[in-house]
């Protein structure tokens, strides 16, 4: 059957929806019940298939598990005869290994979970529909420019005016494409942040990433001048980044990965190489996904998934690392106790050369001072000493926390001589090591010279 591509904005778009069970299939269609599209339903694949040879179908959702026929294999039909019908996967499973067949053979749009969000439905199935149109009005546009440019060739000989004429309009045109596929890769970009900003939803807000991951990235991209091209794969890679955790339990993605069972932990290695394979079918995504398959190697080589050492380490995975353990050691992923920007950044600065590019470390460092207010590392007047180091006449520049989260001094306490010794004594009671911000008083700082 040859597909037909709507015409005008305005004609509706059909959908078709397939599971085996009436019952997902009536909730469906009560959801969708008032929304601009003509719905047609099928309770199995040979029927979804009857219907598409009868039908010029816009987008299909079908449950990934079905007798005789199961979804990924009836997705990956229809992207044979039917290349521009939008394809989405609708699954109750954490089944990885149908997804992935899905994504790869099927070339699916999305995947959607059950049960599902109503809201989170109705604008994946809106931002489908919306980008196959985008789509096919490119295709709409290159279509009108191959026929422009044939007329003016049959021109050629006698109408040189109009010939002008002619290819003054075509490269209105062609400005017009180029502008249209600049928006498109930007949409891509908007999308894989709304997408990041909905798989969030799986996580209490205390422990959501991502967005501030992206921002971070952002930030640095602009601040050194990064190209177009660079930003944006690294802004994706920022996005999606843990897209490969969300067939994990609720506990395992809240859980710091220093406390993460063997078999855990295995399953944990594995999520940079999960993430790779689901997005590397998507053209756009490639380079990104290069970025997030190598952004949890170390720069001594101790990492995974392909244990990379140095600068055999892409650039942006190494940026990433940096950005996502900054975020996640401030969330509790990392280690058990979660720490404040500041004591982040110790951390990272003391396995600089070790776990990340010593030089690229202090160059992270001033990016988060210039994007955080509450970064007081790269002041030049606040030293990070330990208890043994720090002196009457002192002042905190943060407040000290111990390591079960309790705070025992506000920022702005002047020290004096029995608190240091307290602060010794408990710290060997907790058997800990704090990491004391402080400023130095001139006074203080001439007599420790002399």
């Not at 908007?190 to 921002?215: D, H, W």
């Not at 992270?364 to 994007?371: D, K, L």
Request: with cysteine.
């Amino acid at each position: 059957m040859e597909e037909q591509l709507p015409t005008t904005l305005n004609d509706k778009s059909k959908v078709l929806l397939v599971d085996d069970e009436e019952s997902i299939l009536n909730s469906l269609r009560r959801l969708l019940r008032g929304q601009p599209y003509e719905l047609l339903l099928a309770t199995s694949g040979a029927q979804a298939l009857e219907i598409m040879e009868q039908h010029s179908i816009d987008l299909v959702m079908t449950d990934a598990r079905m007798p005789n026929m199961d979804g990924a294999t009836l997705l990956a039909r229809i992207h044979q005869l039917y290349p521009t019908t939008t394809r989405i996967l609708l699954t109750g499973y954490a089944d990885m290994p149908t997804i992935i067949k899905a994504i790869n053979d099927g070339k699916i749009h999305r995947y959607i979970s059950k049960p599902w969000n109503d809201e989170e439905m109705l604008l994946t199935l809106r931002q489908a529909l919306a980008h196959q149109h985008s789509e096919r009005e490119r295709q709409r546009l290159e279509q009108l420019t191959r026929l422009q440019n044939d007329q003016l060739k049959s021109l050629n000989i006698t109408l040189e005016k109009h010939v002008a004429a002619r290819t003054a309009e075509l490269q209105q045109t062609a400005d017009m494409l180029d502008l249209a596929y600049e928006e498109l890769k930007h949409s891509y970009v908007t999308g894989t942040e709304v997408f990041s900003l909905l798989a969030n939803l799986r996580l209490p807000p205390a422990k959501q990433t991502n967005r501030q991951i992206i921002e971070l990235v952002r930030v640095y991209c602009k601040l050194h001048g990064l190209d177009e091209g660079t930003s944006r794969d690294l802004t994706m890679a920022a996005a999606l980044y843990n897209i490969g955790k969300l067939s994990w339990t609720d506990s395992m993605m809240t859980a710091p990965a220093d406390l993460l069972h063997h078999s855990d932990r295995e399953r944990y290695r594995g999520y940079p190489k999960q993430s790779e394979s689901l997005l590397m079918t998507l053209d756009p995504m490639k380079d990104a996904a290069r970025l997030i398959l190598h952004h949890q190697e170390r720069w001594d080589g101790s990492g995974f998934p392909d244990r990379l050492k140095g600068e055999a380490i892409p650039f942006g995975s190494r940026l990433l690392k940096l950005a996502v353990d900054f975020i996640e050691l401030q969330r509790g992923l990392i280690l058990e106790r979660q720490m404040n920007s500041d004591e982040a950044l110790v951390y990272i600065r003391s396995y600089a050369g070790r776990l990340y590019d010593p030089e690229l470390v202090e160059d992270f460092i001033q990016v988060c001072a210039a994007y955080l207010s509450d970064v007081s590392l790269a002041d030049p007047s606040v030293k990070v000493l330990t208890t043994r180091e720090v002196t009457a006449g002192m002042i905190l520049a943060r407040n000290l926390n111990a390591d079960n989260g309790m705070l025992l001094l506000n920022a702005g306490k002047v020290l004096n001589g029995p608190l240091v010794e307290k602060l010794i004594a408990f710290e060997a009671m907790e058997g800990a090591k704090y990491s004391i911000f402080v400023k130095v008083p001139e006074d203080v700082a001439v007599l420790e010279a002399s």
